[in-house]
């Protein structure tokens, strides 16, 4: 057993979750799958039922070789931007695997330097079942987050949004104002605070 482990190529794949809210962290995951161990129903966690993802969760916890969490807080993000605040999550997370993988797939258009090699593949959590994995972990674990922010911060509607700039997100930001989770240097909070000043 442990000669296939050791013998097979290791590839962690990376994903994040929340570049587009208003609010809360960027995370990433990234995760390395057991092909001896195989997880049914693996797909990118935006097509699953909230309760299909609260299922997966778990199982990929405990199934996969190794699995480890990335973020960017909001301070982070608006002192680097959110891409390059994404491409640290990023790191963060390879860095914080138990095991080393060979390689690393990422998905979208750009992948940062984790100092192994590693490639961006557009739509890669619809390809790639470790990249699906990651975005699971992923999203799961943002989107429990901001459900315990709803109770911290409440009346914005976290909990529903997730902190995306709907409607009645907006809504909720001009009449409660800003708060030190909102990230500053996206347009709208940016827009409010120059008319609050």
């Known amino acids: ?3 296939t482990k050791s013998s097979a190529l290791l590839i962690a794949g990376v994903d994040e ?5 208003l609010a809360g962290p960027v995370v990433t ?8 161990n195989p997880i049914v129903g693996l797909m990118d966690s935006k097509v699953l039922t909230e309760a299909k993802r609260e299922a997966l969760f778990p199982e990929i ?11 960017c807080e909001v301070e982070e993000i608006d002192e680097h931007n959110i891409l390059q605040a994404t491409m640290i999550a990023m790191q963060r997370a390879v860095a914080g695997l138990k095991i080393t993988p060979h390689k690393v797939l990422v998905d979208g258009n750009r992948a940062p330097d984790f100092g192994i090699p590693a490639a961006a593949i557009v739509k890669g ?10 975005s699971i972990i992923a999203k799961v674990t943002r989107d429990r987050e901001m459900v315990a922010m709803d109770l911290i911060y409440p009346g914005y509607g976290l909990a529903k949004h997730k902190g995306y700039p709907t409607k ?9 104002g800003v708060t030190k989770i909102h990230r500053r240097s996206f347009g709208p909070v940016k827009r409010l ?3 609050t000043q």
């Open 125 to 134: 959590d619809q390809s790639e079942v470790a990249i699906s994995a990651a």
């Open 168 to 176: 009645d997100h907006i809504a909720a930001l001009e009449k409660l």
């Open 61 to 71: 916890q405990q199934k996969a070789l190794a699995w480890s969490i990335g973020r």
């Open 17 to 21: 979750v929340g570049r587009g809210p």
């Open 193 to 195: 605070l120059a008319a």
């Open 1 to 3: 057993m442990s000669q």
């Open 29 to 36: 995951a990234a995760v390395i799958l057991d092909p001896n």
